[in-house]
């Protein structure tokens, strides 16, 4: 399962941080510095993939079980799986939080698919556009993961869907503000005559008092 997945740059400013593992705000403000401090501190050249077993996530792997025993009770924590898979790119660091189950190289280069569908959305993503269009960059996300599980990894079908998504959203837009008159969207506005979209938006410029 894939509990976390995180953005932030190369000063520790988180630009993304999506948990698919229910956390309390402050673990998971509290993960996110940890997360950091792990790989901003490792050299370059090394693997991309480190344990993690001091990152506390409410698993069946890390919960403490009581055995009682001739009156004895002692703690038996069972081992902790958790990894981070992590790239890095000009400024930026996208960081997988996983458990035993998923494979490495696998998260890898589901990494590279998020970073090359949200290229598609942006024409070369940069730390900007995450800032400014988070929404856009969630629903990339959620079109790849879904409850912690990969749910696409065909480029070309996210950018489908995004992009369908995209254009729903500005139809919706344009039905529902009266604002936007429909001689401005239709070539040659009103009757088809090529003066029409002119007239139009002289009449919509004036209603507002402009």
Not at 33 to 43: E, K, V, W, Y
Request: charged fraction near 20%; glycine fraction near 8%; include cysteine.
């Amino acid at each position: 399962m894939i509990h976390a997945v995180l953005i932030f740059n190369t000063h520790g400013k988180p630009r993304l941080s999506k948990f698919f593992t229910p956390l309390p705000p402050l673990i998971q403000q509290s993960l996110i510095s940890q997360i950091f401090s792990l790989i901003s501190d490792r050299p370059a050249g090394v693997c991309n993939f480190l344990d993690a077993p001091d990152l506390v996530f409410p698993t069946p792997g890390n919960i403490s079980i009581a055995e009682k025993g001739k009156g004895k009770t002692k703690e038996r924590k069972e081992e902790d799986d958790t990894r981070i898979i992590y790239r890095h790119y000009a400024t930026l660091y996208f960081v997988f939080v996983v458990d035993g189950a998923e494979s490495e190289l696998g998260i890898l280069d589901l990494i590279q698919v998020f970073v090359e569908s949200l290229d598609r959305s942006f024409e070369n993503v940069c730390e900007l556009d995450l800032i400014f269009h988070f929404d856009e960059v969630h629903h990339v996300l959620s079109e790849i993961i879904q409850g912690g599980l990969v749910l696409e990894t065909n480029i070309n079908e996210i950018s489908a869907c995004v992009q369908a998504a995209s254009r729903n959203r500005k139809a919706s837009a344009a039905s529902s503000n009266p604002l936007i008159p429909s001689a401005l969207a239709a070539p040659g506005g009103r009757g088809g005559n090529r003066g029409g979209s002119a007239d139009g938006a002289k009449r919509w410029l004036a209603a507002i008092g402009v």
